[in-house]
């Protein structure tokens, strides 16, 4: 197991030098224009567009950092030929993948943080105060963490066993897909005969991005169910454990040429 | 228990846009290093000397037999931690200082923190080697370890072989350098177009040819009678280089000594392993058949 923390621990050293947290500069400049923007022009909705923009922005910058790092993760280092130094020792193919995962899982979470605290600090600004609701954010904020879950098990999949580019197209495509989920079930229930079958079974297969996504909702100042945060949880667990057994599966049988 | 050992181990990729057009990539090998041994693996570009490598780290699947190191398969987790291996033009993390690097591999495998320190301070020089044997394996795989050196670093891995042979420990690397390998090598085998061609000891393969022997001395012309003793001349500036049977060393000797000539060297011609090489590259396909 310690093997594991190792790698992750080095995926999480090359994405913080190859400068990867420099987003949060660029995050930082949006968040605060924003803020003061907004303070300027917008009478008792301040609040509302800080909460908005600002986990949007989390959301956004998190996707494009696990896609484009997530992609290369295995095939830069087959490329490269830096695996063959690693599993040429007593590293299990397996511990490579989940290293890699927990590693990329752990930046982004550091990003997360960073960002919400960004948010936060504009929220401040805007409303001199903070409110009871505010801490539904938090739930927002880990939703966006188990989206990057699963985003990051599905970029690190495709990875396995397809080009960089190919994976960002599938791993950028589901993400696009699955922010539609629960429109493409609403489909389904309406469709009839092999159409239905085809909806039903893509709307399953695809994430659920669509349930992890309760931005509107914070931003209203509306509630989090306890129920929904339990579903949540327990989905995006079981959809990114699967899709790294898939990943462990291919890579297990896979040639390094 | 032999340190290295393959039975019948062979690789075939599926190439083609349906993957349905076989390349064969290595045949049948059977091959078994002693160990304590340093055993060179020859064979010109494309032979398969890294593929059988890849095959021996588990970095690429066999398509049929087995390989054992120590006496174990390949696939055990224990195996690993007992050998090291230098892929060829190796690259490295570039985000990672060269300390960073060897104490990441060191993490790896399993270097207790306390040994770690005084062992990658001492090799920061060589990155690439030091990252094969920081863990102090037994057995330690080079794939071209030679490529890309000035000849100071040539040196330096050649010593560092010996070193390793010294040690007791055994060395399997891939060359196609004969020099080297002749020098360092207690056994090699010769390696081409994923067939093994041919295995023995370098003493062995090096050994006086036929009963051959060299004779240099100084003059400006073949003297009269050589000829007749089967002699081959040939003249470079005021010396000539004769090799002729050694059973026709005492008359040629006799012929130097009437005619009043300087005799300079008189030495058994010995084949050399580019000789060897040559031969088993450019024979026909015919498997070699040998066990160890």
Sequence with gaps: MSRVVHIASNTFREAVRDRVLYNLVAFAVLLSGAAILVGQISIDIERLVVVNLGLTAVSLFGVVIAIFIGIGLVSKEIEKRTLYTVLSRPVRRWEFIVGKFFGLTGTLVVNTVCMAIGVFAALLYVSHKFQASDRWILVALYFIVLQFLILCSLTLLFSSFSSPLLSAVFAFSLFVIGSFAEDLRGFAGMSHGLTQGLATGAAYLVPNFSALNVIGQVAHEQAISGRLIAYNTGYALAYSAMAICGAVLIFERRNLK | ?292
Aim: aromatic letters at 6%; hydrophobic letters at 40%.
């Design chain 2, 1 to 292: 228990m032999f340190a290295i050992e393959t039975i019948n181990l062979e690789k075939t990729y599926a190439v083609g846009f349906w993957r349905k057009k076989p390349r064969v990539a290595l045949r049948p090998l059977n091959l078994a290093v002693e160990e304590g041994e340093v055993f060179g693996f020859l064979g010109p570009n494309g032979a398969g000397k890294t593929t059988t490598l890849k095959l021996l780290m588990g970095l690429v699947l066999p398509t049929g037999g087995t390989a054992r190191i120590l006496g174990k398969s390949i696939n055990e987790a224990e195996v690993k931690a007992q050998i090291g291996f230098l892929p060829e033009q190796p690259y490295f993390y570039d985000y990672l200082t060269a300390k960073e690097l060897l104490e990441y591999y060191a993490r790896l495998s399993g270097v207790e923190p306390k040994e770690r320190t005084g062992k990658i301070d001492a090799m920061l020089q060589r990155v690439g080697l030091a990252q094969a044997i920081l863990h102090d394996p037994k057995v330690v795989f080079l794939d071209e370890p030679m490529s890309g050196l000035d000849p100071t670093g040539r040196r330096e891995v050649r010593d560092l072989m010996e070193e390793l042979k010294q040690q007791g420990k055994t060395v399997f690397f891939s060359t196609h350098i004969l020099s080297d390998a002749e020098a360092l090598c207690d056994r090699v085998a010769v390696i081409h177009r994923g067939e093994l061609r041919g295995i023995g000891r370098v003493a062995e393969l090096t050994a006086s040819v036929a009963g051959k022997v060299e004779m240099i001395w100084n003059g400006n012309a073949v003297p009269a009678g050589f000829s007749g003793l089967g002699a081959e001349c040939h003249i470079s500036g005021d010396t000539i280089r004769a090799a002729l049977p050694e059973a026709q060393q005492e008359a040629a000797l006799e012929i130097l000594r009437r005619e009043r000539l300087r005799l300079i060297s008189l030495t058994p011609v010995r084949s050399s392993l580019e000789e060897y090489y040559l031969q088993k590259v450019n024979s026909a396909a015919k498997p070699a058949g040998v066990a160890q």
